[in-house]
């Protein structure tokens, strides 16, 4: 991808559109509501337009957005000292499931094992199972070491497993790599990888709930 200081503004607007649901869904990981996690991810397009320039060529565009994200956050948020609360903010509430796959209850299980995480298992476990990052690219996002961020992941995994009776296989635990990222079956949900494949017993994709697009100027 070449640096944004020389892509086409209109190919520089489609690159951060096509960014927003999976930002929209890490955000609504952090925030209280829906509206929050909108106006945190506009903030982010908005920062990332501002800042194209120092966009490098050749490093990770996905990365460098969830970065912005994460940074936003604690900079308007931190001060509310919550953890994610059991509300409308969870990020499971922006899937879809084909019907007949899941049930409310089962999926009202899930938002309220992911809202009792540690937020920052809960943080790596979304970077990693539902944005699809590699352990690298999420140690920088969350500016700690790799094997950190494998423990986090580990550890949220084992919470929910216990949480919502799955069975202790070890593939739930810590999935295959290929070049540094998670390489779950076509058929594992984007969520939190295996743990949700198992619970769920199906494939799910982001919601198709209707949000304005920030105007870049």
């Known amino acids: 991808m070449p640096p944004f200081s020389t892509s086409p503004p209109a190919q520089v607007k489609l690159d951060l559109i096509a960014h927003i649901p999976r930002l929209r869904a890490f955000a609504l990981?952090?925030?209280?509501?829906?509206?929050?996690?909108?106006?945190?991810?506009?903030?982010?397009?908005?920062?990332?337009?501002?800042?194209?320039?120092?966009f490098i060529e050749g490093t990770n565009l996905s990365a460098w957005l969830f970065t912005i994200l994460r940074?936003?956050?604690?900079?308007?948020?931190?001060?509310?000292?919550?953890?994610?609360?059991?509300?409308?903010?969870i990020y499971s509430s922006t899937l879809a499931v084909a019907a007949g796959q899941t049930s409310h209850m089962e999926?009202?299980?899930?938002?309220?094992?992911?809202?009792?995480?540690?937020?920052?298992?809960?943080?790596?476990?979304?970077?990693?199972?539902?944005?699809?990052?590699?352990?690298?690219?999420?140690?920088?996002?969350?500016?700690?070491?790799?094997?950190?961020i494998k423990s986090r992941v580990n550890r949220a995994r084992k919470a929910l497993i216990e949480t919502l009776r799955l069975d202790p296989m070890?593939?739930?635990?810590?999935?295959?790599?290929?070049?540094?990222?998670?390489?779950?079956?076509?058929?594992?949900?984007?969520?939190?990888?295996?743990?949700?494949?198992?619970?769920?017993?199906?494939?799910?994709?982001?919601?198709?709930r209707q949000r304005s697009t920030p105007e870049f100027k």
């Open 107 to 148: 999926m009202l299980d899930l938002r309220v094992a992911l809202a009792h995480l540690p937020a920052n298992q809960r943080e790596a476990l979304l970077l990693i199972g539902a944005a699809g990052h590699s352990y690298a690219e999420v140690a920088d996002i969350c500016g700690c070491a790799i094997g950190t």
């Open 29 to 54: 990981s952090f925030c209280g509501s829906a509206d929050q996690a909108d106006d945190l991810v506009q903030e982010t397009l908005v920062k990332a337009w501002s800042h194209r320039d120092s």
């Open 71 to 89: 940074n936003a956050y604690f900079s308007q948020f931190r001060k509310r000292k919550r953890e994610v609360p059991d509300v409308d903010g």
């Open 170 to 208: 070890p593939e739930l635990i810590e999935a295959p790599e290929v070049d540094g990222r998670e390489n779950p079956p076509r058929d594992r949900a984007m969520l939190i990888g295996p743990i949700f494949a198992q619970k769920r017993g199906g494939t799910c994709e982001e919601s198709g």
